[in-house]
Antibody, heavy 130, light 112 residues
Framework: QVLLQESGPGLVKPSETLSLTCTVS????????WSWIRQPPGKGLEWIAY???????KYNSSLKGRLIISVDTSRNQFSLKLSSVTAADTAVYYC????????????????????????WGQGILVTVSS | DIAMTQSPDSLAVSLGERATINCKSS????????????LSWFQQKPGQPPKLLIY???TRESGVPDRFSGSGSGTDFTLTISSLQAEDVAVYFC?????????FGQGTKVEI
């Protein structure tokens, strides 16, 4: 059973960098997609970024330029750094896994795509305040 | 990005009655090559992470009670709770994984 656990500071000052780590147990981080998702208090879910194939990345364009997602395969961890934070970045931050499935494209070429988010970490509340 | 819109934002249902939540995507999330709809449903209770209920629009996750069912195709989807139980009080989200940018609906709060 794969388990995810977020860690990092719960309070970050405005303009500083938010740094979080997700530790994966029960499975290898070298396969699948690994995401960060956030949820401002009382609001909906926003996908932030994912890392896959041990290092390829994709970021939410609304946050691009402030984000870095990285992986440490030796520790089975992946991390998020969000710079120049403001109060709008206050949220519960979740890490989550997406497994993959194989399919054939319109030319019959076999490809891989990601699945749903499962499992999720418990989440960590990060407050941006001076 | 594909926008996901849920309706209603909230609903109150009596115990034992049916609850229906709708989710609409801004473009089709059906892939004709494998005939699958790239949609999942989650349940979130206060202070907890989202819990996977349904994937491929209608496949129930292992351990999820059969009173939960998903239906729909293309751009219009529905989550149905056939007989609401007290433990089903929660917020429900749909999410598409068709696009390289996953997106969520805004959530529907289900109350007794």
């Amino acid at each position: 059973q794969v388990l995810l656990q977020e860690s990092g500071p719960g309070l970050v000052k405005p303009s500083e960098t938010l740094s979080l780590t997700c530790t994966v147990s029960g499975g290898s981080i070298s396969s699948d997609y690994w995401s960060w998702i956030r949820q401002p208090p009382g609001k909906g879910l926003e996908w932030i970024a994912y890392i896959y194939n041990g290092g390829s990345t994709k970021y939410n364009s609304s946050l691009k330029g402030r984000l870095i997602i990285s992986v440490d395969t030796s520790r089975n961890q992946f991390s998020l750094k969000l710079s120049s934070v403001t109060a709008a970045d206050t949220a519960v931050y979740y890490c989550a896994r997406q497994t993959t499935h194989d399919y054939h494209d319109s030319n019959g070429v076999s490809k891989q795509w990601f699945n749903w988010f499962d499992p999720w970490g418990q989440g960590i509340l990060v407050t941006v305040s001076s | 990005d594909i926008a996901m819109t849920q309706s209603p934002d909230s609903l109150a249902v009596s115990l034992g009655e049916r609850a229906t939540i709708n989710c609409k995507s801004s473009r089709s999330i059906f892939y004709s090559s494998n005939k699958k709809n790239y949609l999942s449903w989650f349940q979130q209770k206060p202070g907890q992470p989202p819990k996977l209920l349904i994937y491929w629009a209608s496949t129930r996750e292992s351990g999820v009670p059969d009173r939960f069912s998903g239906s729909g195709s293309g751009t219009d989807f529905t989550l149905t709770i056939s007989s609401l139980q007290a433990e089903d009080v929660a917020v429900y989200f749909c999410q598409q994984y068709y696009d390289s940018v996953p997106t969520f609906g805004q959530g529907t709060k289900v109350e007794i």
